[in-house]
């Protein structure tokens, strides 16, 4: 029974007894004209309901299949053709053979007057398979089989199947990052993985058989504090199509330092409204506003899950999948990806918005992160299944205009395809892996249609001079230059001879309100020991070295599109360097040297330094840390203390500002080593200090 004979039907009973009553004579009267009419009225209108609920209308009919046949990698698109005089709803179904990962690569949807089946077959899939479509309706319906061909892939090339765009660490709750990384390649067996671009120190890919790998890193302190954003290039390599690249971000998530200068950022969340009915349009777009007092550098990310956290209050991200925004006109756009939702269903999907700035622009320890608070709305399904536009993102081939959604190292954009008559009005017509494995002819590569092309860009004379072996020697005190993308510059200073040396380096002249560059000093062993890398004018850093020493100057764009001339300007005077401890080497976890039965530490805290204590417990105790510091030569310091275990995991700080100690207290129950860190919020400053740790079970 449809929706009318709900209605109907108690309408024929009201009808009945209209009838009735009309026609009954009271007091031996005559029926009156008017209720003659009614008569006939009622009697029509019950006939037209009881016809109605005695049948829903015609049924419909899925109309006769014409054989079809795909390649392995390509998309198949077969539609569904209906007969449906009536216009009511219908739903389609399929039953087809039983082969490895069906569900995962076909997809079917349709509204009252036709539907589509979309199929990216794979490998295992090669054959002729029968499958039966069906559609239903409250009037009835009927189904159709059709015999689809799939035939081997002429090259298929690698793809990344794992991991998505990236992930986000709490390194309160796990110091290790870890992630699997698995390819397919549907006529190759081995696919060989690796790491390219600069890894992190200390990480490793571990290989897991011949299409499989897991990333394993635990970020050191320093580490942490340089940053809170890596970028892990991947490429996979099966000996026959050019390697298949693929970035995925590392997001590092740590308790913040308390009580660092300058303000968080404020973010506002404009759409979609808390707990809103958003319907399906391609994807969900959230957008957002942020203003902060010294601005941002890296994009706001969005996280987002179909499953509710255990914890609302402060749920668990590495649960959540992500992505970036992206600005435009002043607001900031993602896109939560499409969940090929049917018009009929829908789904709660759990959000919220994270954004760091940069106002420490010498690493990341007094960022200041503002994450919303979790919000939520209603992702409503379409008849309609939208299709992504050129250069627009994309998850499979099927979901573009164009039918080719080309795989790119940050996930797949729709480009146009060429051959066959077709030719290019951007780009030039190559081969192009897209997001399947399939090699088709399209135009290429993504930057080029996308965004322009690779800039023009004329180099300086200093080239080449973009390793740490070809550094240019400087001759001078200013000298300009120019960066070029994915080129950075790297420069040679000899410091002065006969006494200790103060060094400042400035990055200057560049357009600054247009592009970004960064400014990092290295010693003779190529370890870092100065970085500016805010969003300003200019970058400077200083620093003291010793008689007769050289300095490796870094200079490179944030982006690929940070790019221009600039000036480096280099002034040296005499000075006096900050001299380091006895306890030396004893910055890193590694190194962290003992403290003594007494309890009692002391060092000194020279420029870009860190000092390490370590200290056991035999036994579940309370440890009280009290730190006395006082400023050396010019500048104010101010020392802050962290404690760890022994595998670099964080369990808590003390970080007053701008005081002359720090205590800690904290209630310890696992045995073992613990690693105090004392170290400067400000980078560039010196300090003498003594610390006392008193145990106490």
Known sequence: MDGR?????????????????LTTVRDHRPVHPIAGRWRVLVWALGVSLLVGCAGGGEAPELLPLQPAAVVVNETLRLDLSVRNPSGVGLTYTFTGPDLPGLSQVTHIAGTPSGGEFIWTP?????????????????????????????????????????????????LARDPAVRFEIEVRDDD????????????????????????????????????????????????????DHAPTLHDYLIVLRSPPTEQCPGEPPAVSVLSPADNARVEQQGGYPVVISVTDDLGIRDAPLLYFSTTAPA???????????????SESSGSWTAQIPSMELQASQERTVYYLVSVTDNDDPNGATCDHRTDTPLRRFIAVGSSEQPLALLCESCTSSAGCQSGVCATTSTGG??????????????????ATVTREGATVDACGDADTVCNGGEPSCQDDGFEPNDSFGGAAPLTQSATDATICPLNPDYFRIQVLSGADTDVTVTVSDYEWEVIDLDLELFDEDEVLIGRSAGIGESEIVQTCLPPSSQVVVKVFGYTVYDYGP???????????????????PDNTLLTAQPIGTDGWFEGRICPQDNDYRRFELTQASRVDVALLF????EGLADLDLKLYKADGSYIAGAFSYIEDEETLTVDLTDTGTYILRVYSVFSDASADYVGEILITQ
Not at 149 to 169: E, H, M, N
């Open 311 to 325: 914890s609302e209050s402060n749920p668990d991200l590495s649960g959540f999948d992500q992505t970036t925004f």
């Open 5 to 21: 004979c709900v209605l109907a039907c108690p309408l024929v009973g009201l009808a009945s007894r209209l009838w009735r009553d």
């Open 566 to 584: 600039y000036r480096l300007t280099v002034q040296q005077s005499s000075g006096t360097c900050c001299v380091n401890d006895e306890w030396e």
């Open 188 to 239: 190759s067996t081995d696919v060989e993985i690796q790491m390219t671009g600069n890894p992190p120190e200390g990480s490793q890919l571990v290989n897991l058989g011949p299409k499989q790998a897991r990333f394993e890193w635990i970020p050191g302190p320093e580490q942490i504090d340089k940053s809170e954003r890596w970028t892990i290039q991947l490429q996979a390599d099966d000996g």
């Open 413 to 430: 954009v729709c480009l146009p395809p060429c051959g066959g008559g077709t030719t290019c009005t951007t780009g030039t017509c190559q």
């Open 122 to 170: 794979l490998a295992s899939h090669v054959g002729t398979h029968q499958f039966v479509f069906s559609i239903t309706s409250p009037n009835g319906g009927n189904s159709q089989s059709v015999l689809i061909q799939v035939d081997p892939a002429a090259s298929a090339a690698p793809i990344f199947l794992r991991p998505g765009a990236g992930g986000t660490y709490d």
């Open 630 to 633: 006082e400023s050396v030569g």
